[in-house]
Structures are given as C-alpha cells and as structure tokens.
C-alpha cells in the first residue's frame, strides 16, 4: 500500500517517466553550458509530477482537478520547449517525436482522469 495517494496514480507514474527524460536532457544541456535552458526544461518536468501530487493532496475532487489543469498546462510548455530544442539541433527528430508522443499520452490521460475525477 502506499503511503501517499499520488503513488498510486497512473498519471503521476507516466509524468515521472517523462520527467526523468527531460532531466537526462536538461542536465546534457547544462554540460554545454546552456543553464537557462537546463533549468527551464527540469522546473517544467518538475512541474508535471509536482502539481499531480500536490492536487492528490486536495480535500475536494474539484480542488484536485484544477491542480491537474496546472499539470496539463505544464505538458504544453515541456512540448514547446522540446520543439525549440529541435530547432535548435539540441535534440534529434526521433527524440522530439518520443517525447511529443509521450506528452500527447499523458496530456490525455490527464484529462480522461478529470474527467473521472469530477464525476464522482
């Protein structure tokens, strides 16, 4: 059994995965002395993880369900940041596209277990 409710979740799981993929980048990017980009690759990964187990904290269900609506923004802004990597020649086309497809999955899990969330 887990001791926090948020170990138990499927999202939470997923967004761990994808965190430690954009850790792995953030810190190749903070070798080649590209900090701001690091540092803003690993605080949005953070996020991901972070808003889902903060909301899993919530007393009420809608209270959960905004913290998960800041979790899904986050995946956005991971999404643009991977692709301006792949502008950029910090990434290969394979990595963006597994990371994008990744997210994709996630950002709709997310929103499926809102949706399940605030039916009950």
Do not use: P
Request: proline share 0%; hydrophobic share 40%.
């Amino acid at each position: 059994m887990a001791q926090f409710r948020f170990e138990d979740l499927e999202i939470w799981k997923m967004a761990i995965r994808i965190s430690i993929k954009l850790f792995d980048i953030a810190d190749t990017l903070e070798e080649q002395k590209l900090y701001r980009f690091g540092e803003q690759l690993r605080g949005a990964g953070l996020s991901l993880t972070n808003n889902i187990a903060e909301g899993s904290g919530s007393f009420t269900n809608l209270d959960f369900a905004n913290f998960l609506k800041y979790s899904r923004r986050s995946i956005f802004e991971c999404a643009n940041m991977v692709y301006v990597l792949k502008l950029r020649h910090l990434l290969s086309e394979e990595e963006k596209t597994e990371l994008w497809n990744d997210l994709e999955i996630l950002s709709r899990s997310i929103v499926n277990f809102k949706r399940t969330l605030l039916k009950s």
